[in-house]
Structure formats: C-alpha cells, structure tokens
C-alpha cells in the first residue's frame, strides 16, 4: 500500500518495468526503464561521460516533431523562459499535474514562459486524444525513442526542467508538482 501511494504522489513508471524483489529496499520513485547512456557510456573517460542536468549549467539542445510534424527545437525558445515537462498518458501523477499546466499556461499567456510537455514513447494518436481531453495548449512534443528523455537522465515521471532565457537550467524537478509549487518554480524563474 505504502509503495502505490508513494509511486502516486511521486512519479510513474511504465507497466513492463522491473520490480523490486521484496526483500530489496524499496525506492522512493519507481524507475523507468533505461532510456539514457548505454554501457558505450560506460567506457568513455569520467569527464567525457554526460551528466544529470543541474542547476546553472547549459540546457541540452534538442529537435522533436509537434502533434503537427512540425519540428521544435530548444533553441527555437532562446531569450524565453522555459518548463520543460517530461510526461505520459499512462501516468497517474502527470494526470493530476497537467490541469494544473493548462490553468498557469493560460494565465500567462503574452509573457515571458513558454512549456514543452515532451512525451515519452508514445505514438501521436495515443497523445493527441490526451491533449484534446486535457484542453493542452502548449507545444506536446514525440520523443518516440526516449532519447531526450535520456539526455537528461529522466529516470522517472513527471519530471520537470526549469530553463531560463539564456538556457540555463534553473531547476529540475522529479515527481508531481501541485499547483503552489508548480508557480513557485515558474515565479522564480521568471525574476
């Protein structure tokens, strides 16, 4: 009971990931299949291996097709505040973030934040009847492979980057955000 509640308040993985033997310590979020570096990764020299986004270093840039076929990139957003939410249809806690998503969307409407919600392995379809049913405004990108989601180490979901307008990432948070934290990670990106 305990390990749903906290998969529920905290983050979401898909149905075919592993699970923990019972007498392993249960982690605090449930982990996504492994969708980053590969054990190619592995070799390289310590310096040259990627690393998890943190605060003040530079945003990984990166290209993705809209529910249009359109591609968007990152930097097509230079000079604008960015959340870049990683999501999927499937997860219980993005369900319950989303709407709050679309009411701060839609109030700051005109200045100066834009969101990328960047699906995670889903075909269009799938996510199209989603955004139609959420009433999702903002830019929904494919990320069919999950390789933006490696790139920046998303190992369980919601997970949320904050990105100022030179593209420095201000924040990362892993798990659901309730409404009061979500407008506080965005107040404090926007000053």
């Known amino acids: 009971m305990l390990v749903a509640i906290s998969v529920a308040v905290v983050g979401c993985a898909p ?5 923990p033997q ?5 982690p605090a979020m449930t982990p996504l299949r492994p969708i980053g570096p590969t054990a190619a990764v592995v070799a390289q020299p310590e310096e ?20 249009n076929g359109s591609r968007v990139s990152l930097s097509d957003f230079h ?23 679309v009411a701060l969307y839609s109030e ?44 920046y180490f998303v190992r369980g979901i919601p997970t949320s980057v904050f990105i100022d307008r030179e593209g420095l990432i201000q924040a990362v948070h892993t798990g659901t955000l309730t409404d009061a934290l979500l407008r506080q990670y965005v107040d404090n990106l926007m000053q």
């Open 15 to 19: 149905a075919d990931a592993e699970v």
């Open 108 to 151: 700051m409407q005109g200045q100066d934040l834009e969101i990328l919600a960047v699906n995670l392995r889903e075909d269009a379809g799938q996510v199209r009847a989603f955004v139609s049913e959420y009433d999702m405004a903002f830019p929904v990108l494919l990320d069919l492979q999950g390789k933006v989601g490696g790139a």
């Open 79 to 101: 000079g604008t505040n960015v959340m870049l939410n990683f999501w999927a249809t499937w997860c219980g806690p993005c369900r319950y973030e989303i709407p709050h998503m």
């Open 48 to 67: 040259a291996r990627p690393k998890p986004p943190k605060a003040g270093e530079p945003a990984f840039d990166f290209a993705l097709e809209d529910l």
């Open 22 to 26: 019972q007498s392993a310590p249960k």
